[in-house]
T-cell receptor, first 114, second 112 residues
Framework: DTGVSQDPRHKITKRGQNVTFRCDPI?????LYWYRQTLGQGPEFLTY????????KSRLLSDRFSAERPKGSFSTLEIQRTEQGDSAMYLC????????????FGPGTRLTVL | DQQVKQNSPSLSVQEGRISILNCDYT??????FLWYKKYPAEGPTFLIS?????DKNEDGRFTVFLNKSAKHLSLHIVPSQPGDSAVYFC???????????FGKGITLSVRP
């Protein structure tokens, strides 16, 4: 069990640029989640996948955001035309489909939009 | 509308003493609760959880108590250690919904 991994750990970009983050869940975890955390707040849900199917999207996920999990393993989160308000920690979590409801988080990707 | 509330932003405790971290919720449909610990620049680490059918769950130095009638849960850490200094998040979910709803977190400082 190697844990949830995310890449990159840090990303600095200029306003208007596109960015893409990757998440590799714990192997055999069917469900994968994306959250966003801003300073002084707890993580906020963005979206989640069961295998390759995207089952729920938050209203926080504007049309500039898109997430995929094409083969039911790793996932990508893309933000187009970044804005300064997108600066945050983007967290990925995974869990088993059956059994415990516990989600296990990765280290996050810190995005800074200049 | 904050459905999970951690009203105290910080707590300072002497090493060896008990730390009590509180959490309140408003959504009566929540049926599973979790506590996570977070260090700066890292992702949240799962600590302990409790189902709504229980009122207590214990794991080593960590105990979570759930009072459904008061919509309140608390995390007890005994004895507190300096390595426990971190931000602690309370989270909850409903059976019908997979996402977690988090509070804003409490910063715990354990003084040597």
């Amino acid at each position: 069990d190697t844990g949830v991994s995310q890449d990159p750990r840090h990303k600095i970009t200029k306003r208007g640029q596109n960015v893409t983050f990757r998440c590799d869940p714990i192997s055999e975890h069917n469900r994968l989640y994306w959250y966003r955390q801003t300073l002084g707040q707890g993580p906020e849900f963005l979206t989640y996948f069961q295998n390759e199917a995207q089952l729920e999207k938050s209203r926080l996920l504007s049309d500039r955001f898109s997430a995929e999990r094409p083969k039911g393993s790793f996932s990508t989160l893309e933000i187009q035309r970044t804005e300064q308000g997108d600066s945050a920690m983007y967290l990925c979590a995974s869990r088993q489909l059956k059994g415990t409801d516990t989600q296990y988080f990765g280290p996050g990707t810190r995005l800074t939009v200049l | 509308d904050q459905q999970v509330k951690q009203n105290s932003p910080s707590l300072s405790v002497q090493e060896g003493r008990i730390s009590i971290l509180n959490c309140d919720y408003t959504n009566s449909m929540f049926d599973y609760f979790l506590w996570y610990k977070k260090y700066p620049a890292e992702g949240p680490t799962f600590l302990i959880s409790i189902s709504s059918i229980k009122d207590k769950n214990e794991d080593g130095r960590f105990t979570v108590f759930l009072n459904k009638s008061a919509k309140h849960l608390s995390l007890h850490i005994v004895p507190s250690q300096p390595g426990d200094s971190a931000v602690y998040f309370c989270a909850a979910k409903t059976g019908a919904n997979s996402k977690l709803t988090f509070g804003k977190g409490i910063t715990l400082s354990v003084r040597p």
